[in-house]
């Protein structure tokens, strides 16, 4: 966490994907919660958001992918990640992904899968529950 005790999270858009309002909308939900917030924009290779993570020290990595490459991109960020020493950052992931991919990506260490609908609270509520184990900003976020 910051120094100011703030969560860090990256909110990365990897590959081609050229959609992003979703993860926009998941960012200002997470900074209106109170959380630091680095939002790398779209089509990010696996590497560049490994360095990202890596230099900003973040504590949770968010993934968003509509292009349907996440078992592509995943794996690499997660190796990535590993090999860097970052390998027990919290991260999930969040986009149009199959229900039948979400085992396969939590076996490769994604601790959650956010589709579309996800109500932006719960996202919050996950990533404060996994860092603190508490809900800090249940019903003070506005969201």
């Known amino acids: 966490m910051s120094k100011e005790g703030r969560i860090r999270i990256l909110v990365a858009k990897p590959g081609l994907d050229g959609h992003d309002r979703g993860a926009k909308v998941v960012a200002r939900a997470l ?14 290779t696996p590497e560049m958001l490994t360095e990202v993570a890596i230099q900003e020290d973040v504590d949770v990595v968010g993934l968003s992918i509509l292009s349907g490459a996440h078992l592509e991109l995943f794996p690499l960020i997660m190796d990535n990640l590993r090999k860097k020493g970052k390998g027990d950052t919290l991260v999930i992931a969040g986009g149009i992904i199959p229900e039948d991919d979400i085992p396969a990506l939590q076996q490769m260490g994604v601790k959650a899968v956010f589709g579309p609908g996800s109500s932006t609270s719960d996202i919050v509520s996950f990533i404060q529950k996994e860092l603190t184990g508490t809900k800090e900003a249940e019903g003070k976020s506005g969201i």
């Open 31 to 44: 900074r209106d919660a109170g959380m630091e917030v680095i939002y790398t924009g779209i089509r990010q």
